[in-house]
């Protein structure tokens, strides 16, 4: 399906869009379409998060913020695990195509949908791409597709043997030296953001089963960076939830090991998601959900499947 994708995106003005928040891996992704492909624009609705940015202005790429997605004769979808990811004003069109690396949701089913969830980023899924459509890949792009290989797989510590063996193909095929890659990721943390940590950490509520914790806390912003924080303290997985008006949103992370065990917070995010009416979808162990509810419920649902599973393997 790669090569139809490619031969499809040779042809017509093609609209890309993001999830909210949007990350380096879908940033990386963007800019290798808009750079590798005609008629590419490339849309952030929900905006880019903190290390995107930095890595947009340094690659002097400026993603917009609206389009008008009927002027386009094609629109694509990267790195999205679902439609509800997308911006709230964003319709649609009937068919898309959709390229991610998340767990296969059914959602996306109609569309020209490839997803791959062997991968741990989705910009090992373009490279593959922009290799099948013999397109030609600046240095540039090699550096944003090396950065979302990089936080995608948490800095390699999740990483596997194809992720490495694509990311020293690149490197080697384009004279990338490791460190530019982590110039472009390694930011200081900012001060609203350690806030929110110990924030995180005075709100935390975590219950036991045998040697295993599982964590929970209510916050107002950075909720995955909180979630990280929490796992360095000692949980085994943290949910983090924040609320805004009536709708929440709520960050899952996972030590590598309890995924070892059989544990997929995307799957078990999804499950929730199911029963209450929101959206929810991610990896193994890292996972996101959002709807409209009440964020502290949601967020004891998530603790309880999370118990049970450790229950499960006593």
Known sequence: ML??????????SKLVLLH???????LGCAYALYS?????????PGGLDRVSKVIAEKLGFLPKELADVAAFDKVVVLDTSSPD?????????????????????????????YCDESKRSCAEIVYQL????????????GLALLTGMLTDSGHFKFATPSLL???????????????????LVDLEQDISERISQLKGAQRMRFERVGDRLVAISLGSAYESSVCKALLAMGADIAFVGSQRGEQFRVSARARMDVVR????LGKLLEDVGTETMSDGGGHGGAAGLMGVGDV?????????RGLDFFRRRR
């Open 165 to 183: 063996q694509t990311f020293a193909e690149i490197m080697e095929s384009h004279q990338i030296e490791i460190d530019e890659v982590y110039d």
């Open 261 to 264: 065990m059989g544990l997929h």
């Open 296 to 304: 502290e419920a949601i967020l004891n649902m998530c603790m309880s």
């Open 130 to 141: 922009l290799k099948v459509s013999k397109a030609k890949m600046s240095r540039d792009v």
């Open 3 to 12: 090569a139809d994708i490619g031969a499809e995106l040779r042809q017509g």
């Open 36 to 44: 590798c492909f005609p008629q590419v624009t490339v849309v952030t």
């Open 85 to 113: 990811q997308l911006a709230p004003m964003v319709s649609l069109p009937q068919r898309c195509i959709v390229v991610d690396h998340h767990a296969h949701n059914a959602r996306w089913d109609g569309h020209m949908y």
């Open 20 to 26: 909210g928040n949007a990350d380096p891996d879908a």
